[in-house]
T-cell receptor, first 115, second 111 residues
Framework: ETGVTQSPTHLIKTRGQQVTLRCSSQ?????VSWYQQALGQGPQFIFQ???????GRGNFPPRFSGLQFPNYSSELNVNALELDDSALYLC??????????????FGNGTRLTVT | QKEVEQDPGPLSVPEGAIVSLNCTYS??????FMWYRQYSRKGPELLMY??SSGNKEDGRFTAQVDKSSKYISLFIRDSQPSDSATYLC???????????WGAGTKLIIKP
């Protein structure tokens, strides 16, 4: 069983730039969620994708966007980067659609630094 | 006031001690409760998953939910240095409601 993998592991960008983060879900999982985790904080829900459709969104602006592909892998895109976007971005997959009732399987995240 | 409150610690205990980690919450609709463990530079790893009230035991770990007090606990018996990590609680009302996370408690087990 292949776990959740994310790339890249680290990234440094300049304010105003755009970034794309990638995630391969655990085999057999059709639902992918993205989270932002600031230092010393719990994860904050960005959005979830189920079978290539957005299935829910947290309190993040439209410059945070995503995609899910037919193989259930996913991308998170962030435009017009701001300093406050510096965080650990986590991808989590699950085998059931739904925002809150299913256990999540996380990747090790992408550490984004915006300077 | 945050929906889920968790003491950030750090909580430092000697090896072999029983550890108690707790979260309080304000939303009485929460019925799915989870505990995750997060090592430094890693993603969270699911430890315990509980629906509604009661206790659940898995090896050295026991999760308790007290919905009347809006309080959940994770107990770790015979704690080991490898248990040193940040422990996050997460909870939700139902599948249509996103998970709400605590900020995490940093646990240090001293050899």
């Amino acid at each position: 069983e292949t776990g959740v993998t994310q790339s890249p592991t680290h990234l440094i960008k300049t304010r105003g730039q755009q970034v794309t983060l990638r995630c391969s879900s655990q085999s057999g999982h059709n639902t992918v969620s993205w989270y932002q985790q600031a230092l010393g904080q719990g994860p904050q829900f960005i959005f979830q994708y189920y079978r290539e459709e957005e299935n829910g969104r947290g309190n993040f602006p439209p410059r945070f966007s995503g995609l899910q592909f037919p193989n259930y892998s996913s991308e998170l895109n962030v435009n017009a980067l701001e300093l406050d976007d510096s965080a650990l971005y986590l991808c989590a997959s699950s085998s059931h659609r739904g925002l809150g009732g299913s256990p999540l399987h996380f990747g090790n995240g992408t550490r984004l630094t915006v300077t | 006031q945050k929906e889920v409150e968790q003491d950030p610690g750090p909580l430092s205990v000697p090896e072999g001690a029983i550890v108690s980690l707790n979260c309080t919450y304000s939303n009485s609709a929460f019925q799915y409760f989870m505990w995750y463990r997060q090592y430094s530079r890693k993603g969270p790893e699911l430890l315990m998953y509980t629906y509604s009230s009661g206790n659940k035991e898995d090896g050295r770990f026991t999760a308790q939910v007290d919905k009347s007090s809006k309080y959940i606990s994770l107990f770790i018996r015979d704690s080991q240095p490898s248990d040193s990590a940040t422990y996050l609680c997460a909870m939700s009302a139902d599948s249509n409601y996103q998970l709400i996370w605590g900020a995490g408690t940093k646990l240090i087990i001293k050899p």
